[in-house]
């Protein structure tokens, strides 16, 4: 079992930076592939970021690349998503999910919602133009 709490989430402008956390408990942090996602008002909840267990690997979806960075801290067993250059289009609640993965790497394909066991109860970014 995996609970999680995120934060950092608030209101900026755009090209600010934020970056949020997601504070975990539980034994198995890390063996959980570890991912952000987002869901704006009206729309679908969205993968945002994602790094392995060791957190030598990440992805990105295209729409933050270059501008996001995942990261993860084992020995805390906290997970962060360094937002930079905001964009109006960044506004959404952004969740951390954990996802149980055997592997080294990270899982292949897009990563989907439904492949996440365990989720946040989201924070609030808010980007004003």
């Known amino acids: 079992q995996v609970q999680l709490v995120e934060s950092g989430g608030g209101l900026v402008q755009a090209g600010d930076s934020l970056r949020l956390s997601c504070a975990a408990s539980g034994r198995t942090f890390s063996r959980n592939v570890m991912g952000w996602f987002r869901q704006a008002p009206g729309k679908e909840r969205e993968f945002v970021a994602i790094i392995n267990r060791s957190g030598g690997t990440t992805d990105y979806a295209d729409s933050v690349k270059g501008r996001f960075t995942i990261s993860r801290d084992n020995a805390k067993i906290t997970v962060f998503l360094q937002m930079n250059s905001l964009k109006p289009e960044d506004t959404a609640v952004y969740y951390c999910?954990?996802?149980?993965?055997?592997?080294?790497?990270?899982?292949?394909?897009?990563?989907?919602?439904?492949?996440?066991?365990?989720w946040g109860q989201g924070t609030q970014v808010t980007v004003s133009s």
């Open positions: 999910a954990a996802r149980y993965y055997g592997g080294s790497y990270l899982p292949p394909g897009v990563p989907r919602v439904g492949d996440y066991d365990y």
